[in-house]
């Protein structure tokens, strides 16, 4: 029942304030490979984010038009956004997945419901024509489980709050936070501001302040990285400027720029 209240509000709601950017996705060796498009709102103590990310010209056909799509929706207390949905729709040629984590902070608790459809194939030998005869059905199932853990973000809402979080860091510190949506199983999530050597290599790859630039582990396999740090430069509004991803299995790093950031 809480779950169909948000989403009704979500749909009803039109938002006040807004903040969007269009993301180039590059990976090393074969250049632009898709787009992600990231917008805010926000109204009467309200938000919600939309991440909309995809693969684009022959990505998309030899990835079967993989794409994803991120929405978090919630509350804002004290400048702090406080999810109440988080929402993610995954979908190819061939499968559509969406899992809604429903947060519930009275108990301390997160709700995550799955829906899945995937194609699966099945092939018959036709003794009348001698042929394997192929077909393909939509397969749909559905499941819901309380997360082990509580946290008081999303993947989406972690990096609209990092602003907050950086305050309370000086150079060379880092802080574990948590967040729902991620494949680890407690909800980890490592920030870190680098220093020394490190920073020095950052910045000369993506130049900013030096408290606006953090690497990010959220300990699950990114594109068969290690372990999935995301190095991440934000602007003067801490919204994401450009990411990199490094040493990416066979084939070296994948660059996220961004293209254009707009503010209604």
């Known amino acids: ?124 030998f036709n003794v009348f024509s001698l042929n394997i005869d192929t077909t393909v059905k939509r397969k749909k199932s559905s499941s819901m489980k309380t997360l082990k853990y509580y946290a008081h973000n999303d993947l989406q809402s972690i990096f609209f709050n990092v602003k907050h979080l950086l305050s309370t860091m000086n150079i060379g510190d880092k802080k574990v936070v948590y967040a729902a949506g991620g494949s680890n199983k407690k909800g980890e999530i490592l920030i870190t501001k680098p220093k020394g050597k490190k920073y020095k290599e950052l910045a000369n790859l993506m130049p900013t302040h030096e408290n606006r630039l953090i690497t990010v582990l959220i300990n699950q396999d990114i594109f068969e990285s290690d372990k999935g740090e995301l190095y991440i430069s934000l602007d003067e509004d801490y919204l994401v400027k450009e990411a990199l991803l490094k040493d990416v299995l066979l084939f070296g790093d994948i660059h996220a720029t961004r293209r254009w950031k707009k503010k209604e």
């Open 1 to 124: 029942m809480r779950l169909i209240f948000i989403l009704l509000f979500l749909f009803a709601s039109l938002p006040a304030q807004k903040i969007s950017a269009l993301y180039d996705v590059s990976f090393s060796i074969f250049g632009k490979i898709g787009e992600a498009y990231v917008s805010r709102f926000q109204k009467d103590g309200h938000y919600y984010i939309y991440v909309d990310a995809g693969l684009t010209g022959k990505a998309a056909v030899i990835g079967q038009n993989r794409r994803e799509i991120h929405e978090s929706f919630g509350i804002i207390k004290e400048g702090v956004y406080v999810p109440e949905l988080y929402k993610i729709t995954r979908s190819s040629d061939h499968f559509y997945n969406q899992t809604f984590f429903v947060f519930y902070p009275e108990e301390k608790k997160i709700e995550e419901h799955r829906l899945r459809e995937k194609d699966v194939e099945t092939s018959i």
